[in-house]
């Protein structure tokens, strides 16, 4: 390796890591795991040489932030100067966590600009503790990373957040609430809670995939209070009402979203005397389905968040196909009329699921 990169001009070398992790959909993942090879590639070229290694770090942070336990957790948190108290990672004293001299001329801290956080607890340590992190330690590193951010992917499940610590660390006030420092992030995976600590969202968000499930105030003022959204991706409410339709409608105030509810097929179906679609809607509804397995599935809630979630991180969530919500009147025309159901209008099914019925029978013509 040392013969074959240490030679390669710097160029050359940087469309080497360039092709490395580029991907051919378009959208890259949030972060790429720690066995993923593209992740391995990199690690290995950070031993070439100094030049590589610089190169090859930056590549790092920027593409393979992906901090799926405490230990990974706190480890990042302790490698970007932030203090992480007294852990079984603390570093004795004078010892160094980082190579100064390598972060700063790579300039690590300005090219972080995606992240996946879901830190599950890690140990259990010497005397049977285990490690959590706490919602202070997701305040500060997402104060400290904020500003450079594209794309994030933030599970709050695994944070420790008991309402005492709520109350004492404010996360709500402007200063603490961390979405209001990502000015650049255009693309949000979460869970459903985040709204719990983060009530106000990032102000330039145009790609919002979120677990919660019901159409409540706390979750539509996150999703609708900035304009710039254009696609939001959530569970669809076990009893959704065309009312909760009207209230998309209302609430939405930029030019164009598409909202698309996930679940599995057999679910989807369009609220009895939802209004009709208008060419000029700025709101536009679709549905997903999500594939059973083929034992089948215990928990179809379960089933669906996972599917937003390992979509969301490996990138491949907002090309997902999907079909156009019918409205009411159209499913009432399809059941006055028969013949209608097997027009395929395929410009707003991009599925054809629903259409099994139409396909023609072979032999058919064989008769005429
Ligand atoms: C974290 O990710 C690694 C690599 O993908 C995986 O081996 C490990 O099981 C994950 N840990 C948790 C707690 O999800
Ligand atoms: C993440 O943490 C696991 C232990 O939980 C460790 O084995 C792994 O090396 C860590 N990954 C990185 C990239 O530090
Ligand atoms: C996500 O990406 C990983 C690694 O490329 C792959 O193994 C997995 O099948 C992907 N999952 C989904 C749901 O696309």
């Not at 699921?353 to 023609?360: A, G, K, L, V």
Request: charged letters at 25%.
């Amino acid at each position: 390796m040392e013969r074959a990169f240490g030679s390669l001009p710097l160029e050359l070398f940087l469309v080497v890591l360039d092709q490395l992790v580029a991907t051919s959909s378009g959208h890259p993942p949030i972060a790429y795991g720690p066995s993923d090879s593209v992740t391995k590639a990199l690690r290995a070229l950070t031993l070439v040489s100094r030049t590589s290694y610089l190169s090859a770090s930056r590549y790092l942070y920027a593409h393979c932030l992906y901090l799926n336990t405490t230990t990974n957790y706190t480890q990042f948190r302790r490698t970007i100067g932030l203090d992480i108290g007294k852990t079984p990672l603390t570093l004795e004293y004078g010892e160094a966590g980082r190579n100064d001299d390598l972060f700063y001329e790579a300039d690590i801290p300005r090219i972080i600009t995606s992240a996946f956080i879901s830190p599950e607890k890690t140990g259990p340590w010497g005397c049977g503790k285990v490690l959590m992190v706490r919602l202070p330690q997701i305040i500060d590193l997402g104060n400290r990373i904020g500003q450079t951010l594209k794309r994030l992917a933030l599970d709050m499940q695994p944070v420790y957040t008991p309402g005492s610590q709520i109350l004492s660390v404010k996360p709500h006030t402007a200063t603490n609430n961390i979405f209001l420092h990502m000015p650049n992030l255009e693309d949000l995976i979460c869970s459903y809670d985040v709204t719990d600590y983060f009530p106000h969202p990032p102000p330039n968000l145009k790609r919002l995939a979120m677990t919660f499930q019901g159409m409540d105030d706390l979750h539509l003022d996150f999703c609708f209070a900035i304009s710039s959204l254009e696609i939001l991706v959530c569970l669809r409410p076990e009893e959704l009402q065309a009312a909760d339709i009207d209230k998309l409608f209302d609430r939405y105030k930029g030019h164009h979203i598409d909202i698309v509810l996930v679940d599995v097929n057999a679910h989807h179906c369009t609220p009895p005397n939802t209004r009709d679609w208008e060419e000029e809607d700025r709101v536009k509804i679709w549905e997903v389905d999500v594939p059973r397995s083929y034992y089948g599935d215990d928990d179809e809630l379960i089933l669906c968040d996972s599917w937003i979630w390992t979509h969301g991180v490996n990138g491949t969530l907002w090309n997902q196909g999907k079909r156009r919500m019918l409205s009411w009147s159209e499913i009432q025309d399809r059941l006055a009329d028969p013949e209608i159901a097997d027009i395929d209008d395929g410009e707003e099914l991009e599925t054809d699921i629903m259409m099994h019925d139409s396909y023609p029978v072979l032999g058919d013509d064989l008769e005429h």
